[in-house]
């Protein structure tokens, strides 16, 4: 049974999510400050961490560093951009403002435990000449090294995580967005744009393909 730890001082937020989430099958923790986070974890260690932010004793955004390996999605009511891509960039796995729809909130949660339990320590995908090295982060095509940006090498590894398959443009920005929460849907096609042309200039071919209205896919092997 996977598990999972709440920390939020605010008990009427806690007992919502500790009841939806036992309701689906998960077994719940509960911690009311930072302080208390901490002194559970060193007892045990959950799948993943509900963390609020506005919390007595030790912030949420000073506990989030002490997470680390643990996917953990911020539940708080500050709703600005700027909050948000700190806090990603900061080592959160998501972030859902305050009020939420429960669906939205087992949504989350089952996509991160999914990546989470997907996620191996590294990987090398393949495809033709194109690899991708998650432990090194070194991509290579026709044998010569690709210089990627943070963003551009999000993609492609989400692409070539789910050979064939076409990914939309919501999904890919959704999939990503832990880590490279500054992607928008504005400049997601840019972003691809660069990815092919780079993948392109080392290779002489074209590895990832537009669906024109719905997304992007990688490019079967020639």
């Not at 959950?46 to 949420?60: A, C, E, F, I, K």
Request: charged letters at 25%; proline letters at 5%.
């Amino acid at each position: 049974m996977r598990k999972i730890l709440i920390i939020d001082d605010d008990v009427t937020i806690g007992d919502l999510e500790q009841e939806v989430l036992e309701r689906e099958g998960y077994a719940v923790q509960r911690a009311y400050s930072g302080t208390e986070a901490l002194l559970l974890l060193k007892d045990s260690r959950p799948d993943l961490v509900l963390l609020d932010l506005m919390l007595p004793g030790l912030p949420g955004e000073e506990g989030l560093p002490q997470l680390k390996g643990i996917p953990v999605i911020v539940v708080s009511a500050k709703a600005s951009v700027e909050d948000k891509v700190d806090l990603l960039l900061g080592g959160a796995a998501d972030y859902l403002t305050k009020p939420f729809d429960t669906k939205e909130l087992l949504a989350r949660v089952a996509v991160r435990l999914r990546e989470n339990a997907r996620s191996p320590l590294a990987a090398v995908y393949t495809c033709g000449e194109l690899t991708l090295d998650t432990a090194s982060h070194a991509v290579r095509a026709a044998g010569r090294p690709v210089q990627l940006t943070r963003t551009e090498y999000a993609i492609l590894k989400l692409l070539m995580q789910n050979p064939g398959q076409v990914l939309a443009k919501s999904v890919l920005l959704d999939r990503i967005s832990a880590d490279t929460p500054d992607c928008t849907e504005s400049s997601l096609k840019t972003h691809v744009s660069n990815l092919r042309g780079k993948l392109r200039a080392v290779s002489g071919r074209d590895y990832v393909e537009a669906v024109w209205g719905i997304g992007f896919r990688l490019a079967a092997e020639s």
